[in-house]
């Protein structure tokens, strides 16, 4: 993931965003099935059917994909063994460059060095964002626990 095919993301625009929504939902209707794999027929710009078979788990994540285009989102697909840049991972944590690296830095999130530039594999970045994630939600559990031993009303 470079930071050149995060710039040529784009917004889907109302059409594509539609044919989302319906793509989303015919597909979705097969998932319920136990089968490893699916058939689907894709036509070409003659108008010509082919069939394609796909893995039932590949069927999952398109219906994943076309679910956030229907919602109006851009969507990337990155292999959970891609590098990412320190802007790249700071942008998916939704956390300041600087700030990523002093976790770096600091050991807590796992890092190699290309030349001079840190890299970081995108597994590892989420394997850090979902202990952040367990941590806060923890920490919530913590707080509305000791609101209500002490009696506190947020009404």
Avoid: C
């Avoid at 625009?13 to 794999?37: D, K």
């Avoid at 300041?96 to 976790?103: G, Y």
Wanted: without cysteine.
């Amino acid at each position: 993931m470079t930071a050149t095919a995060l710039t040529k993301m784009t917004l889907p625009v109302e059409r594509e965003v539609q044919a989302a929504m319906q793509g989303q939902r015919a597909l979705a209707a097969f998932l319920t099935t136990r089968s490893e794999s699916q058939h689907i027929q894709i036509f070409d710009d003659k108008n010509l059917a082919h069939q394609v078979k796909l893995p039932t788990s590949a069927v999952r994540l398109l219906v994943d994909i076309l679910a956030e285009l229907a919602d109006g989102n851009a969507v990337e697909v990155v292999p959970v063994h891609a590098e990412l840049t320190t802007q790249d991972a700071a942008d998916t944590l939704n956390v300041s460059r600087p700030h990523l690296v002093k976790l770096m830095e600091q050991g807590g999130l796992p890092f190699h060095k290309t030349g001079k530039h840190r890299r970081v594999r995108f597994a590892d970045l989420l394997q850090f964002k979902s202990h952040r994630d367990q941590a806060s939600e923890d920490a919530m559990v913590d707080l509305a626990q000791q609101a209500q031993e002490l009696a506190l009303s947020y009404e």
